[in-house]
Structures are given as structure tokens and as C-alpha cells.
């Protein structure tokens, strides 16, 4: 399926998908491109008409900068771009306030200018802090995304949420601050551990789940070799989710609508995370167990059937992802989900799924049906 503004090119022997998201319908800075393929890392042509200066940070963190920082500022040495390279430490519970200060800090003594761009290289954590940093420094720099998760190359790279943790709740405190570019080398997933694959696979699986029960099918076949890292089902697994990523974005870029049903298993899934300690859970982890929570609740609304329920478990289990929720305690639940951002008027909104491939959001779950929900479709912590 090819739809969507979307181009496929040979570019230095590197077969690369470009999606464009289009805020406006004629050329403007704020559509950007979505550049995905095995090797497009060094293309550096994709990077370098979006770096018409001498200089760009590039904020990264401990684990990826000994994979990819050096191949990537080599590349822009190469063609006259000086790096300053950011080095934070790994892992969702430095996604605060002290981390980006660190950002801060190391911009301000490099003396990065209003037009430095800042590329954020790494998984969904650096793309976030460095997307607030971007849309926060000097009141806004340009902001170059370069993923290297499978979760951050269908998922986080696109669409401008940015943010930062609060101990009190998920991604609580950002802005909407869009990148200028997305660079989705799928040869960056090599090194990926499995287990953050896996995680990445959850957010795919959503796309399916919301709006493509063809994709779902798709995913259903292809499970093995997309955890297998087969290359081709890589690439067509982040262009689908990028399309829609785009599409949703394109519609309701600040979240007033549509653009709600990519919280899908969400709600549940951030109070997990904060529940159990930033980081314990992985993100796509906690969205698997929040989605079969949603799915549970979507049953007892009568909106769909137990043989999709369990259609959805069995391939979240092919996944490898948790399909079981641990028992917070309603209460500890229902506290947490309080400071959900979909909640208006101090009243708690769920994505629920109609069928596969169709999802809506609720806002009149019956108080008891949820916290029997979250005793009888959860475990012991
Ligand atoms: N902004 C959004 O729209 C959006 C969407 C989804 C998730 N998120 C956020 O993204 C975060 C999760 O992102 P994530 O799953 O990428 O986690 P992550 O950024 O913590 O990366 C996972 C782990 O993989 C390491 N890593 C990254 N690239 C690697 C590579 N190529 N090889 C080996 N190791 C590598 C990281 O250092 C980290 O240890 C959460 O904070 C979540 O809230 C944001
Ligand atoms: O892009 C979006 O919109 C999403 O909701 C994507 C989610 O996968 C992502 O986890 C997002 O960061 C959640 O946003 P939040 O507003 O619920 O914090
Ligand atoms: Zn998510």
C-alpha cells in the first residue's frame, strides 16, 4: 500500500522511503520529510540540505554515542559541519528537568546560536528531551530527528510531542516542537537489544489496532521476520506506522481529536510506568498490558467481541510483550490516570476499540465496570 505524499528512491545505492507530513498543502518549513532505509545514515545529502550552517549539537547518550556518533560526525566533518557532540546518561528515569539542564549547560558554553540546529540521535528518551531542548533554547532552534530504536523510528521521531517526566506523572511537562527532518536508518536496529524491539513492536501494533486491520493481518503474518530483523519487513513495518503517524499529526497536530487514539493503552500504560519506577517497564511494555486493559473494557462495553480480545493477546504474546497489567490497586490506578492529558473536566477518557481497526475515545466507562476491570484483568505487582 503506497498512499499519502510518499516517494521511493535509489539514492547511492540505498533504496530509501520518504514520507512527507504536510501541515500546509503548498511548500512551507513546517512539512517535513520522513526518510527511512537500510543505510540512509549516510546519505548525506538528506542531512546536509537541512544544515545550512557550520555547526550542529548533537545530543546523544552513553549507550548509542559508541555506535553511531562517530560515523555520524564524520560524515559531517566530511562536508565542512563541525559537531558538538551532547552526551546525557541512558534510560527513562534521566528523561527530567536535571537532564535537560545538562542540554542547556552544554549548549550555552558551546555558544550555540539561534540557527545551531540540534540533532537528537537515540531512542525515544533523547528524542524527547532534545525535541523540548530544541523548541525551549533561545526560544526555539532547528531540530533534526535521527532515531535509532524501532519505537523511535515508528513513533516518537514523528508527530512533535516533546517533553520531560514529573515524579508525579509521564511526559508532564513539553511543548509541540516539530522536527525539520526525520532520518529512520533501519540498519541502526542491529544493535538493538531484543527487548527494546520488542517494545517497538507495541506501538506498531497500535497503528493496526486504531485504523489498519490490514496492517494488523499483515503484522499477524509477518511477526517471526519482523523480530527476526528481517530487512525488507523492517522498512515496510516503519513506513506503514510513519504513514499513519503522519496522517493523524497532519489532521490534529495539537491533540484536540484525532490524534487522541494514538494514546491507545496509554492511559493505563503511564500510570504503569510511574507506578513502577521510570524505566522498569519499558514504555511499549506498559502499552501492551494498558491496550489489553482497553481491549478488556472495550469487551464488557459490549463493543467488541472475547475472540478479538484474545486475538490481540495472542499477538502481543508472539511479540513477546506482557499482556498482563500489574495490580496497582484501584485506587493507586485511578489516582495516577487522574493526571492523564486527555482528562476534561476532571473526568477520565479512554481509547476503546470498537473492532480491530477502529478505535474511539469514551468518557463514560461506569466507575464500577473499571475498577472491576483492574482487579479481575490484572496481577499481583
Ligand atoms: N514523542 C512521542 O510521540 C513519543 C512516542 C512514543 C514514545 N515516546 C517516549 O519514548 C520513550 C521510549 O523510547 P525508546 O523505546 O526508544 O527508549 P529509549 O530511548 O530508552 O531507548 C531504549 C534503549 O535502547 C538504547 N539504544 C538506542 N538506540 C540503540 C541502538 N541502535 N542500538 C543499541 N541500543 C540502542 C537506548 O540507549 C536505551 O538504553 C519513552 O520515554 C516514551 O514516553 C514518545
Ligand atoms: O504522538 C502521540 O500523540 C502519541 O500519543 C504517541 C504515544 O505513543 C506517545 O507515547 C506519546 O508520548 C504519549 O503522549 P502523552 O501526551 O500521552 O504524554
Ligand atoms: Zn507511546
Not at 533501519?186 to 490490514?214: H, N, Q, W
Not at 465496570?369 to 483492574?374: H, K
Request: hydrophobic share 45%.
Amino acid at each position: 500500500m503506497q498512499s499519502k505524499s510518499e516517494k521511493t528512491t535509489l539514492r547511492e545505492h540505498v533504496e530509501t522511503r520518504t514520507i512527507t507530513v504536510n501541515f500546509t498543502s503548498v511548500p512551507d518549513e513546517r512539512n517535513y520529510p520522513i526518510h527511512i532505509g537500510n543505510g540512509v545514515l549516510s546519505q548525506s545529502d538528506l542531512i546536509l540540505s537541512h544544515l545550512p550552517k557550520k555547526r550542529v549539537a548533537i545530543v546523544t547518550n552513553t549507550i548509542v554515542a559508541p555506535l553511531y556518533l562517530e560515523k555520524l560526525s564524520a560524515m559531517l566533518e566530511g562536508q565542512g559541519v563541525a559537531p558538538v557532540p551532547i552526551i546525557l546518561p541512558d534510560g527513562e528515569k534521566y528523561k527530567n528537568w536535571e537532564t535537560l539542564n545538562l542540554i542547556f549547560d552544554a549548549l550555552l558554553a558551546q555558544r550555540c546560536e539561534r540557527s545551531t540546529p540540534i540533532v537528537a540521535l537515540g531512542g525515544g528518551v533523547v528524542g524527547d528531551l532534545t525535541g523540548f531542548a530544541a523548541a525551549t533554547y533561545l526560544r526555539g532552534v532547528p531540530f533534526i530527528q535521527i532515531p535509532t530504536t524501532l519505537l523511535a523510528q515508528v513513533d516518537s521521531s514523528v508527530g512533535g510531542k516533546t517533553g520531560i517526566n514529573h515524579p508525579l506523572g509521564k511526559n508532564m511537562i513539553g511543548a509541540f516542537y516539530q522536527p525539520r527532518v526525520v532520518l529512520a536508518d533501519t540498519a541502526t536496529l542491529d544493535t538493538l537489544p531484543e527487548r527494546e524491539l520488542r517494545a517497538g513492536v507495541a506501538e506498531i501494533i497500535k497503528y493496526g489496532l486504531i485504523r489498519d486491520s490490514i496492517f494488523l493481518e499483515w503484522l499477524e503474518v509477518n511477526m517471526a521476520k519482523l523480530l527476526a530483523r528481517d530487512a525488507t519487513v523492517l522498512i515496510e513495518a516503519v513506513r506503514r506506522s510513519c504513514m499513519h503517524k503522519a496522517e493523524i499529526v497532519e489532521a490534529d497536530e495539537r491533540e484536540s481529536g484525532v490524534r487522541a487514539l494514538l494514546n491507545l493503552g496509554h492511559t493505563f500504560g503511564h500510570a504503569i510506568e510511574n507506578a513502577m519506577g521510570y524505566g522498569k517497564w519499558l514504555h511499549g511494555e506498559a502499552v501492551a498490558a494498558g491496550t489489553m486493559l482497553a481491549a478488556e473494557l472495550s469487551q464488557r462495553l459490549h463493543m467488541m467481541g472475547k475472540d478479538d480480545v484474545e486475538r490481540i493477546r495472542k499477538l502481543y504474546l508472539r511479540a513477546g510483550l506482557p499482556t498482563v497489567a500489574p495490580n496497582l490497586g484501584t485506587k493507586k490506578y485511578l489516582h495516577l490516570m487522574g493526571l492523564d492529558k486527555k482528562v476534561e473536566g476532571g473526568k477520565l477518557r479512554f481509547v476503546l476499540l470498537k473492532r480491530i481497526g477502529e478505535a474511539v475515545v469514551r468518557s463514560d466507562v461506569p466507575a464500577e465496570m473499571l475498577a472491576r476491570t483492574l482487579v479481575e484483568c490484572t496481577h499481583d505487582a
